[in-house]
Nanobody
Framework: QVQLAESGGGLVQPGGSLRLSCAAS????????IGWFRQAPGKEREGVSC????????KYADSVRGRFTISRDNAKNTVYLQMNNLKPEDTAVYYC??????????????????WGQGTQVTVSS
């Protein structure tokens, strides 16, 4: 069983940047597809980005494409989400999730088995 812990959230002004980290313990992430999801108050959880096991396959939601970059460092057992040019609508709790069952990255939440507790990102002036 793998445990996931997000970090790196905080308060940032519009146009600013944050880098979120998803650190795994209890198991290696080498064979896990990783997804980033977010949920804003009163909104459904939505997929943000996901990455394949080797890091070569990535996907992004239309709302973040060109601004966010997902990456992974399997040696460090960590996945990152670099968020640039942040907008107020990016405000949400961000979660990372892992799946060992799927072979390609997807932003469908139920395909993921393990979830972190989330980290708050607030974009406001």
């Amino acid at each position: 069983q793998v445990q996931l812990a997000e970090s790196g959230g905080g308060l940032v002004q519009p146009g600013g940047s944050l880098r979120l980290s998803c650190a795994a313990s209890g198991a290696t992430l080498d064979y896990y597809v990783i997804g980033w999801f977010r949920q804003a108050p009163g909104k459904e959880r939505e997929g943000v980005s996901c990455i394949g096991t080797s890091g070569d396959s990535t996907k992004y939601a239309d709302s973040v494409r060109g601004r966010f970059t997902i990456s992974r460092d399997n040696a460090k057992n960590t996945v990152y989400l670099q968020m640039n040019n942040l907008k107020p609508e990016d405000t949400a709790v961000y979660y990372c999730a892992a799946s060992a069952r799927i072979v390609i990255a997807t932003m469908i939440g139920y395909e993921y088995d393990y979830w972190g507790q989330g980290t708050q990102v607030t974009v406001s002036s």
